[in-house]
């Protein structure tokens, strides 16, 4: 195994989160996060692996500054990780979508530049933003080699059947209306950690990752291949999700204009960041903790809320246990998934007919694989902590 340092870098439009990553010890040696960038009020958090975390107020008018500001702090003299740039073997680069371009990560070249940045209308919010990240990078470490790390790169194994929309073909070939899914360095990461969990060949399972954050996702993983997963050309399909509403009957759109007199991009703005649990909650809370909270005290919009939010992951494990004519495992992960055993319980209840039955003392437990069902229940049922940081990480030093 080689023994670089990676950096881990995942820009959002006005954020920048970094790891540094050992690729032998695989141990985080520093993180972070740059907040506002290029707003008023912009701040660096900054965490050295066994030292105090920092938060530092100061401008960073755009992502370079925000890059600059990083690596100041990585070789800083007395909080600094390492001693020079030198030792920062290569960058992975998070970025959001890939399109139909990249079925894996790859080396960034000129050409990958401009394929990402093709890509720019199937996400824009995201892939512009990854795109200002890698050039901050490359100007301030012009020799060290960069990794593009796809979300959508994973389930680019999907069957024409599984990612066609019943829409007019030539939409596809015309625009490449398809799903792509997103998630899939989690989904990727987590299945095959499911595997390695059972001692079992990869290629030999079949896996349903349920992936429940503030954005879910649920995917079916078919000896070794993603065969299909839950969002869609963008992250609005699928589940019901912290703020997104997730399928739904698309003339719903059109009905909502005309009852609200609002526009198209008004509705959607809707359907993005006022649904979801928080819409369904009636405005309580996008947050789990206090929705299980309100549940436990009877509260009606928690308890619909809740129910409502398990039945669509139970309905999906539903579909993709067809798809797959079975399924072996299922894993939960990320925020909800991991944290969450009433979430989980929820959805369990659905799955007595694939034998699967719940041990509630391992359920409890928080922050480790687990092994969430009881030994003789038929299919297996995992709690697996996702890192997308070290499968990014992971993967750079694989193609450097
Ligand atoms: P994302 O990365 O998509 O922003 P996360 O994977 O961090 O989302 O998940 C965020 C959600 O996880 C929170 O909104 C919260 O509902 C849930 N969550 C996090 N920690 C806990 C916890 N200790 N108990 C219950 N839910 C939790």
Redesign the pocket.
Known sequence: MKDINVLVINCGSSSLKFQLINSKSEEVIAKGLCERIGIEGSKMTYAPAGGAKQETETPMKDHTQAVELVLHALTDAKTGVVKSLDEIGAVGHRIVHGGEDFASSTLITDEVMKAIEKCNDLAPLHNPANLIGIRACMELMPETPMVAVFDTAFHQTMPEEAYLYGIPYHYYEDYKVRRYGFHGTSHSYVSKRAAKLLDQKYEDLKIIVCH?????SISAVKNGKCVDTSMGLTPLEGLIM?TRSGDLDPAIIEFLCNKEGKSVNEILSVLNKESGVLGLSGGFS????D??KAYHAGDAAAVRTMKAFAYRVAKYIGAYTAAMNGVDVICFT???G???PLTRTMVASYLGYLGIELDEEANAK?GEDVLISIPSSRTKVFVIPTNEELAIARETVALI
């Open positions: 429940l954050g503030n954005g879910a912290g996008s947050d789990f903790r929705l299980e990320a925020g909800i991991e944290n969450n928080r």
